[in-house]
């Protein structure tokens, strides 16, 4: 089923593709220094900048539909949620030590990830109200 996304959820959409991006953008252009600074892998760093500027065109592009499916704005929040899920999973496996700071990182975009997920399930929430309303 697809509907008219409402101005908040196109504005929760758009924020969390800026910040996705520019998340991508730090992890790939700081790869000279990143790895040390986090101790974390680069090649780890690298597949998930490459990942974040990927997501981040898909998200600008949700943003920007006149329509969209209520099952893509569905995937997008499992999405969001099984990256914090990962996050966690990366620093309770043992297969990385990060510095303080490293571990301060990936918290810290883990958080972010989680409000933005916390405001599409919102939004859903609120359309579906409205949809409610309607019937």
Known sequence: MTFAPSLFLRRVLR?????????????LGGMGFLP???????????????FCVGWALTLGFASLREEIASGFVWTIIVANVAWVIGSAALLMSGYVSPTWFGHAFVIAQAIAVDIFAELQIFAMWKHSRRASAAA
């Open 36 to 50: 040390g600074l986090l101790n974390l892998p680069g090649s780890l760093l690298a597949c998930a900048g490459v």
């Open 15 to 27: 924020l969390d593709a800026v910040a996705t991006g520019s998340t991508g953008l730090l992890l």
